[in-house]
DNA sequence: TAAATAAATGCATAGACTGCATAAAACAGC
DNA sequence: GCTGTTTTATGCAGTCTATGCATTTATTTA
């Protein structure tokens, strides 16, 4: 069932654990804060804390891996005649923007992990853990539009290099993002990322644009 | 001095543990070894190991983070003309194979890292470290060619936008080459790549190249 | 050969994390 | 409301990585 006791109870937890977090280590330094500290302050267990978040830094960003819900991905295979790299990208923030819906919360959060460059490391790290479902996501959006390559290895390599590029942008995006004001449109800095993409790569003043052999 | 006692004992005992660290590694897989194991292997304290390599993942992916030397820098700042992130990149992964000169531990470590994604991530965070360094090294290929933008702040983005690219391109291209055969080129490795982001980034079928706003 | 420097080690300790057993709470059916 | 079942919370013991500090041992330099 849904809204049980059980449930709201466990919500309840979580939030309390995470909010303790956030404050300590807005208070102390993420480096500073141990595990007990944030039990003793949520009144768990350290026990029950690995239970719901699996490791310090999953407090912060997150207990599980980050993927988009249906709906994104369902936008993102769909929208035919975009650019894939800045769809995907989209697709990406989007879903991690509806992760956290208190604007306290997430506020705290984008201060802690500007303050915290090891944090900003681990988020991207987490990412890369679900290559494999990203690749097959982009795969997927390759097969509803239709688009072919010589062979599927070679549009699998395509797909994998949009997720690495991704990784490494967002490494950017985030950057800004922590530093920007509070209330800063994330779709600005989006699209101001794609176009400095679209800047470096296009930009070779001497060098023909074949192969380099 | 130079090829003083002192420096040749530390050259070995280093080697020595570097090399029981693979190997067991690659017997055992790296979650399943511990410190204390290869600390037995190679007949060293734990103490010993750790002021060598600083931590686990430190004896396979190297003790401190890497960066380039100033001949690399100084090709790099000084190779007017030709592609930005193509140049970092090469530049990056020049100053990579370099570190390695034993053929033996370079292939034990492309075959772990193969089998291990984990430390694959960790090279990444790894380089991430070094982020403003790079951000520099950057920089001064800027100056030294007198690439100028509207202001300070907007260079310098470009030149964190190009160390994030590449740090994603780099998680492919390890991938790749931890996949590829022993004597597999890295040139072509990268110039495959690079070409691939181009294919990428330049593929837009129905967006107008301006800004999207 | 003696003083200075560097390397290796031992020991104590913190802190993250896991496995396992158990207690407490919430639920489901009656 | 009572009872058996399932979740959730906790306690505890133990493993492993990592650090600080003092001490010993080896190498270098004067």
């Given at each position: 069932m849904n809204g049980g006791l059980r449930e709201r109870k466990r919500a309840a937890t979580q939030e309390k654990i995470e909010r303790a977090a956030l404050s300590l280590a807005l208070e102390h330094g993420f480096e500073n804060v141990t595990v007990d500290m944030i039990c003793e302050a949520s009144m768990v267990s350290q026990r029950t804390f690995f239970n719901y978040f699996g490791s310090k830094e999953g407090v912060i960003i997150g207990g599980t891996p980050p993927m988009p819900s249906d709906e994104h991905v369902d936008a993102f295979t769909r929208a035919?005649?975009?650019?894939l790299l800045a769809d995907f990208l989209t697709m990406i923030t989007s879903s991690l923007l509806d992760r956290e819906p208190d604007a306290a919360l997430f506020e705290a959060r984008r201060m802690l992990i500007m303050r915290t460059p090891e944090l900003l490391i681990k988020e991207t790290a987490r990412m890369g853990e679900s290559e494999d479902q990203f690749v097959a996501i982009i795969m997927t959006r390759f097969e509803v539009q239709g688009i072919k390559r010589a062979n599927q290895t070679e549009l699998e390599d395509e797909a994998r290099m949009v997720v690495a590029l991704t990784t490494g942008v967002l490494q950017y995006v985030r950057r800004r993002w922590a530093n920007s004001q509070p209330g800063a449109s994330t779709r600005d800095l989006l699209s101001n990322s794609i176009e400095l993409i679209q800047r470096i790569t296009n930009d070779q003043p001497q060098q023909s644009k074949g192969t380099a052999h």
């Open positions: 035919t005649g975009s650019n």
